[in-house]
């Protein structure tokens, strides 16, 4: 899948364009990204072994609507991830 999808993101209104490098973009794109956003995420992931890392840390240190849904994806690729892990409590609504 091309980027397309996370390009277009609605979670990245504030940005000029994407950057995958920066967390604060992930952590937007985890908050405020629709489905779309989500599935070329997962599977930008799917190559990328060091994306996956930060996608755990971002996941277990920043509170994120519906972060084991993100440990579960991490798990599905392979990882050995603790998906009933402590994860910082979120108390906005869910993006969906």
């Given at each position: ?17 994407l950057d ?6 992930l952590a ?67 993006a969906i």
């Amino acid at each position: 899948m091309s980027a397309d999808p996370l390009t277009r993101s609605r979670a990245l209104w504030n940005r000029s364009g994407l950057d995958l490098e920066s967390d604060e973009q992930l952590a937007q794109i985890f908050d405020r990204g629709e489905m779309e956003a989500w599935r070329a995420l997962y599977e930008t992931a799917a190559a990328d072994r060091h994306l996956h890392a930060r996608i755990e840390r971002i996941v277990r240190t920043v509170p994120l609507p519906f972060p084991r849904f993100w440990l579960a994806a991490l798990r599905s690729l392979g990882d050995p991830v603790d998906v009933g892990a402590d994860v910082p409590e979120y108390r906005g609504e869910a993006a969906i």
